[in-house]
């Protein structure tokens, strides 16, 4: 039998270890390109190892997206992932208008106006009169959402 073992590891090799031998293993230890191959080939493996935990991990991300989107779809009523991003984009654009709507209300230290009920409060008669202007603008939002109060005459 021939032994074979790694010259930094042990002076008897795994068989002769295994088989409790007491006597002088005859160890020669692999040739050095034999184990410049075996570690190539191990870190060749590893890389693909890596690839493939990335691959999976964005496999199971995109999986959740379009589980979530799904639910939202349904919770919707929606038919489409088409409709679904519609949906979103009009929200988002709504926010946005909401925003400005807010930023513009306390650059001129109003508050903003939530239903047309709050348009004329108490709470507005020390600030002062609003421009025309922010008016305007409010006006303007109300009729894009199709909620422009009736006149007020006085």
């Known amino acids: 039998m021939t032994c074979v073992s790694s ?7 795994a068989e002769c270890v ?7 293993c005859d160890c020669m230890g692999p040739e050095h390109p034999d184990w410049v191959k075996l570690e190539r080939e191990e870190e060749r493996l590893d890389r693909e190892e890596e690839e493939t935990l990335s ?16 639910k939202d779809m349904l919770r919707r009523g929606l038919k489409t992932l088409d409709e679904l991003d519609a949906a979103e984009e009009a929200e988002r654009v709504a926010a946005e208008k909401l ?9 001129n ?4 106006v939530t239903s047309s009920s709050d348009v004329l409060t108490s709470e507005l008669a020390p600030l002062g009169s609003p421009s025309p202007s922010f008016w305007d603008y ?14 007020i005459h006085g």
């Open 7 to 13: 010259s930094k590891d042990s002076r008897r090799c």
């Open 18 to 24: 295994r088989r409790n031998l007491k006597e002088k």
């Open 55 to 70: 691959k999976l991990l964005r496999l199971r991300k995109q999986k959740r997206l379009i589980r979530t989107r799904g």
């Open 99 to 107: 925003a400005q709507t807010e930023s513009l209300a306390s650059s």
């Open 109 to 112: 230290q109003v508050t903003p």
């Open 138 to 151: 409010v006006v303007s939002e109300a009729d894009a959402y199709g909620a422009t109060p009736p006149p």
